[in-house]
């Protein structure tokens, strides 16, 4: 199994709504990630776990929260976004985050009005 | 800084004909270069890679080599298929620390019958 599944696959949600979006592969991958894809740019990174603890963070605005509960899985908690955080987000996942080969998920395409 | 340089697209080309889309990138020491592939509606799939100078990375027909000297790692196919239709990312992966990959832009090719 290469696969990485990712749920909803759309999401619609005002400012002031509490969404997660979620995140699973099950290729015992130690290195999970999330980014963040606009309209015709590449993936911009967002966050990067290892063996399960957060190793990075790009200065993500806190209205986005990750979380890695296990191995497998990885969820993005959203609090009070703003319409500019509207995009498409893709989870990844690597064998232990230093070869560069990630498998990415179909992605959710989220939109905040 | 860390810096990929792809050519601009779109490409637009007939079924059957060459491609190159070309990829520099600014990195310090001599870094794993990859090439990602986005088809409409997906995430993003690893086409090929090369870890060193010299290598050449090859999948599904397409090709590219690590030029050490030109920082290059240029696309190519000899004969293009519709399929092929879908944007391409040129990366590398940084080295020491925190490893992550650097995007180009990205190049939207589209294949017509």
């Known amino acids: 199994d290469t696969e990485v599944t990712q749920t909803p696959k759309h999401l619609v949600m005002g400012m002031t709504n509490k969404k997660s979006l979620k995140c699973e592969q099950h290729?015992?991958?130690?290195?999970m990630y999330w980014y963040k894809q606009k309209a015709k740019k590449p993936p911009e990174l967002m966050f990067v776990?290892?063996?399960?603890?957060?190793?990075i963070n790009e200065s993500v605005p806190s209205r986005f929260s990750p979380e890695c509960p296990n191995s497998s899985l990885l969820n993005l908690h959203l609090h009070a976004l703003q319409p500019e955080d509207s995009a498409l987000y893709l989870c990844?996942?690597?064998?232990?985050?230093?070869?560069?080969?990630?498998?990415f998920g179909p992605g959710t395409r989220l939109t905040v009005t | 800084g860390d810096s990929v340089t792809q050519m601009e697209g779109p490409v637009t080309l007939s079924e059957e004909a060459f491609l190159t889309i070309n990829c520099t990138y600014t990195a310090t020491g001599y870094p794993s270069l990859f090439w990602y592939v986005q088809y409409p509606g997906e995430g993003l799939q690893l086409l090929l890679k090369?870890?060193?100078?010299?290598d050449k990375g090859s999948n599904k027909g397409f090709e590219a080599t690590y030029r050490k000297e030109t920082t290059s790692f240029h696309l190519e196919k000899g004969s293009v298929q519709v399929s092929d239709s879908a944007v391409y990312f040129c990366?590398?992966?940084?080295?020491?620390?925190?490893?992550?990959?650097?995007f180009g832009k990205g190049t939207k090719l589209t294949v017509n019958p």
């Open positions: 090369a870890t060193k100078a010299d």
């Open positions: 776990y290892s063996y399960e603890k957060l190793s």
């Open positions: 990366a590398f992966l940084t080295q020491g620390g925190s490893e992550k990959l650097v």
């Open positions: 290729m015992g991958h130690r290195a």
């Open positions: 990844a996942s690597s064998q232990d985050g230093r070869t560069g080969e990630q498998y």
